[in-house]
């Protein structure tokens, strides 16, 4: 399955929104079983890099590969499975939980051709594998984010791919569901799949990161090891301004009076 | 009932009725999904400079209607991929333009007046003559044709067109063949209850439904089976009292919404409590 292909190349690459540089010049590229996390602060550009690298936002200069192929020209998104930030929920007619993990097979499956037995297995796994199976029938409307994030990642996980590609998957997400991705995350990784993912902070998901990549006004301000233990702390950009942990702990209870 | 099966015009009237009902909440459950539930209104307005183009030239008004609304509806998606922020006013131009060509056109036609265009605005189901009829039943097998071809497609694409973009859909293509598809069930659904009300069976039978189904698909089957009870009903009870079935359609489809409301507020007290962890 995997393929000795870079996953993901981006040189001298360019992004404006609105005319705004968002990305100014950004080197980058992945390989098949890494498993990279974007950080950096709000506005830093790392939604715009992840979704520049799939081709959903035209560069306006450098060029970009997946799978050693412009965006344009890749033919083979069945390799690809994109995790959005958010389930929109459009003009909200309902949805079930399985249509949507569901659909997550469409880049498998041919125009005319029935959904497979092969299909249903796979939607099967995906729902078992995020612990909402029993709920497969309920509208996705019914759930909490954090639920929803996780019927996101099962859609892309129902397709199979080689490739994750993950936008804040522990943005506004519940401690519980945090850990079941990570979980689901280390499966994947040791499984050999590339995973690629945007977070503010790293949290449950910091032992199975092999690679940081942290972005600071529209370039890399460093590509490697991720910042251990410290945390978001040693970000640039984090506004460093709680008491350190030597000090002594305050509380209303060591209050004395100075005498 | 059976009664109006005897007159030849009734039974074209109920072919019309049953065919749009069942059509049009079957392309409206995407286009309320997409948040286009007044894209239909909007290729309403449009496809009635093609009726009136239709009389200018002295060409069938549905054909004409079809070629213009097409038109329309693809400048429409156009002008919605590409601005971000100007769909809404675009679509009121086109409102405004389609509107004024119509009253325009029809008045340099020879004989034509505003008269003419009534019976489009607020339709005429019981004058279908038979060509209409064959016409209607072509475009709503295409319209059911293309659902059932790109269904799974288009379903991807109305929850999210990033996602549908990353498993490589051909998203641009699949948002013309939605605008296409609902400018054909807007003239289809011309005739029966007029380019006003057209988007009324597009968007109030999936509104209705969705009061009480949990999944796409079983809103989408509903609607269309809460689209046909709205037509022939409507028809029927226009039989027997004296009253537009146009506007009799749409306040059955209405009143349907009003109930289900209220059903779907007791479903869902009645149903065991899910939990949410």
Redesign the interface.
Known sequence: MTSSKTVFTMSGGRVNLDRRPVLRGIDLSVEPGEAVAVLGANGSGKSTLI?AL???IPLSGGETLLYDRPPAR??E??R?G?V?QR??V???????I???VA?GR??R?R??RPTSAADREATGRALAAVGLAH?A???VQ???GG?QQRVLIA?ALA?EPDTF?MDEPTAGVDS?SQKLLAETLSVLVEQGKTVLLVAHELGPLEPLITRAVVLRDGYVCHDGPPPHAVGTHALPGHDHVHPHAEEEPVSPLDWRPIS | MIELLQFDFMRRALIAALLVGLVAPAIG?F?????L?LLGDGIGHVALTGVALGFLTGTAPVLTAVLVSVLGAVAIELVRARGRTSGDVALALLFYGGIAGGVLLISLAPGGSNATLTSYLFGSISSVPVEDVWVIGLLAAAVLGVLV??G??L??L???E????????PVRFLSLLIAVTAALTVVIAMRVVGLLLVSALMVVP?ATS?QL?????S?MLLSMLFGMISTVGGLTSSFYVEVPPGAVIVIVALTGFVLALGLGRFIRRSRPQ?S??
Do not use: C, H, K
């Open positions: 979704r799939l081709g959903l890749f033919r998104w069945w690809i994109y959005p389930l929109s459009g003009g909200g007619v309902p949805t079930t399985r249509e949507i659909s469409i880049a499956q125009r005319l709920r029938s309920d509208p019914a759930l909490s639920q859609r397709g590609v519980e | 459950t286009m309320v999904q997409r948040r539930a071809v790109f799974r497609e379903y991807v109305s929850q999210d990033e996602v549908a973009r990353a498993s490589g859909l999936v969705q189904t949990r999944g796409f698909t809103t899910e949410t962890p």
